[in-house]
């Protein structure tokens, strides 16, 4: 394979343009074509990985399959290109530093004062440079977090300005900027862009292509005003307007043939046209549905969506597996109690008790579980869900009023969440948790095994807490059974009712794994269970 290509993006003006996406719509559009393409994010935080930043600083954290705690960004990128991504996809400025000063301190710069430059930016250009050397991407899509301007991105935009100079054509810089609509004018501004522009070219940077984000369509002239002001060419500048959905995304980028631009500037063929058949099936299916149900998902960051991206994008990805529409209802779990339970959950037709940490919201949960166990409406629990259901199981079927998870009672006698034994050593909270991907076998004859249709699984994890195996046999006699087993040290995977329509909990997180073209079998099946559960209603 040749030498890869490097493409940066960076953002301005506002934060929450959607880099992301406009990334992940670019590189399927390449992929489309042939390429092999993956993409890169560098957060100029100092965190090492965002694993230890509460949701409500930075929305979901995403898991790879090697047990990267990630940006949520590297959700879309995997559920865009269907292609997994891995440790060196996600890099922070924390992770950097941390690198630089451990060389510092093994002697490697001896003598030598180590600065931001060279010794950061080198260390910077060689986390984007190593994707390439893999020899697996023709092209690797870097996305800089942040906006230009901002003190902490300086030292990545120093790092793209001498990436550009050394590789000459193998890269490009595509900038996402903002055209704001003045109701009170009647008008888009081009300012804002400009100065962006400018700011950028202070640091060095000369973008070749602008997207601009904008409400309205950008007027030919317009586009040559912006091609003027920001040293571009008129077809450079592409419009990104917004979409109903983000998986419009990439036929508006094709549109607008930044697939054909970028490419022209790289020096690579076009190929093919992309290759987009499954994808516009897709979307062709998500704005026509037949059907309809009303999905909850009870959790604790309900304020903030973000928190559950991965889950809300695979309802989406199941909903049209079925030609449904979720309407997913956002249901705050410290809100519900016995009291109210019926009124929150009573018209739905399925229930999802999302993942957490630590006791706020706890009890609502368990409530949710028990109207849905009791009223045969469809559930699915993820993770610290999962571990609630156990929890609820324990108390109102078993009957052990005391049973709970050591994580927020560690001194109750029916333990039936407990910490996993090699967590127990464990006294530093980053990366040490239970991570990426394991294997899982799924019973033979259960709910489980007619989901995956199979028997060897693999699935991402983020705990530290566990079924308690000590208890299983409780549990089995009285009908929660344990339907997935790690096969190397027997931790329950999954757990599933036999006197229920539809009820699994998984100790791992199948959002994940959801993408457009393989939407995950659990969310497809509990999107199909709640369309029965409307039709026997
Ligand atoms: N807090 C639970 C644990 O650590 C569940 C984690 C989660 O839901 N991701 O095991």
Not at 51 to 65: F, K, R, S
Not at 229 to 254: K, W
Not at 388 to 396: S, T, W
Not at 480 to 485: H, P
Request: charged share 25%; aromatic share 8%.
């Amino acid at each position: 394979m040749a030498a890869a290509k490097f493409i940066f993006v960076t953002g301005g003006v506002t934060s929450s343009l959607g880099k992301g996406i406009i990334s992940a719509s670019l590189a399927k559009l390449l992929q489309a074509r042939g390429y092999s393409v993956t993409i890169q994010k560098l957060d100029p935080y100092i965190n090492v990985d965002p694993g230890t930043l509460n949701p409500y600083e930075h929305g979901e954290c995403y898991v790879t399959h090697d047990g990267a705690e990630t940006d949520l960004d590297l959700g879309h990128y995997e559920r865009f290109l269907n292609a997994p991504t891995s440790q060196a996809n996600n890099v922070t400025t924390g992770r950097i530093y941390q690198t630089v000063i451990n060389k510092e301190r093994e002697g490697e710069y001896l003598g030598k004062t180590v600065q931001i430059i060279p010794h950061i930016t080198d260390e910077i250009k060689r986390r984007i440079k190593l994707l390439g050397e893999t020899g697996e991407f023709d092209i690797v899509i870097t996305e800089i977090g942040g906006t230009v301007g901002d003190i902490e991105s300086l030292p990545y935009v120093e790092s793209v300005r001498q990436l550009k100079w050394e590789l000459g054509s193998a890269a490009l810089s595509i900038h996402l900027t903002l055209i704001p609509y003045l109701a009170a004018a009647g008008e888009l501004k081009t300012k804002p862009t400009q100065h962006s522009v400018k700011a950028l070219l202070e640091l060095g940077v000369q973008p070749d292509i602008l997207a601009c984000r904008t409400e309205k369509p950008l007027s030919a002239d317009l586009k040559r005003k912006i091609a003027l002001f920001c040293n571009v060419n008129v077809n450079a500048v592409i419009e990104a307007i917004d979409a109903d959905s983000i998986y419009d995304v990439p036929l508006l980028m094709y549109k607008e043939q930044l697939d054909k631009v970028v490419l022209a500037k790289l020096k690579l063929p076009l190929q093919h046209e992309p290759e987009l058949k499954q994808w516009k099936e897709f979307l062709g299916k998500l704005k026509n549905p037949i059907n309809q149900v009303r999905i909850g998902i009870v959790g604790k960051y309900i304020e903030l969506k973000d928190a559950y991206k991965s889950i809300a994008e695979s309802f989406i990805h199941a909903g049209v597996a079925n030609e449904c529409k979720v309407i997913v209802e956002w249901i705050h779990s410290e809100k519900i109690d016995e009291t109210n339970v019926a009124s929150k959950l009573g018209h739905l037709q399925g229930v999802l008790v999302a993942p957490g940490f630590g006791g706020r919201g706890i009890e609502g949960k368990i409530s949710a579980i028990k109207y849905a166990r009791e009223n045969n409406i469809p559930f699915l629990g993820i993770c610290l869900g999962m571990q609630c259901a156990v929890i609820e199981f324990a108390r109102n079927v078993i009957g052990w009023k005391d049973a709970h998870s050591t994580e927020m009672s560690p001194e109750t006698k029916h333990a039936v969440i407990d910490f996993m034994e090699d967590q127990k050593k464990i006294t530093k909270k980053g990366g040490t948790m239970r991570l990426g991907e394991y294997p899982c076998i799924v019973q033979k004859g259960t709910k489980a095994s007619s989901v995956y249709g199979k028997q060897k699984i693999g699935e991402r994890h983020r705990h530290r807490y566990e079924f308690n195996n000590k208890f299983l046999k409780q549990f089995e006699d009285a009908g929660m059974i344990a339907s997935g087993i790690n096969p190397d040290n027997n931790l329950v995977e999954i757990v599933e009712l036999k006197n229920h329509p539809w009820f699994i909990g998984v100790q791992f997180h199948p959002e994940y794994k959801s993408t457009v073209e393989a939407p995950h079998p659990l969310f497809v099946r509990f999107v199909k269970a709640s369309m029965e559960k409307q039709a026997g209603a």
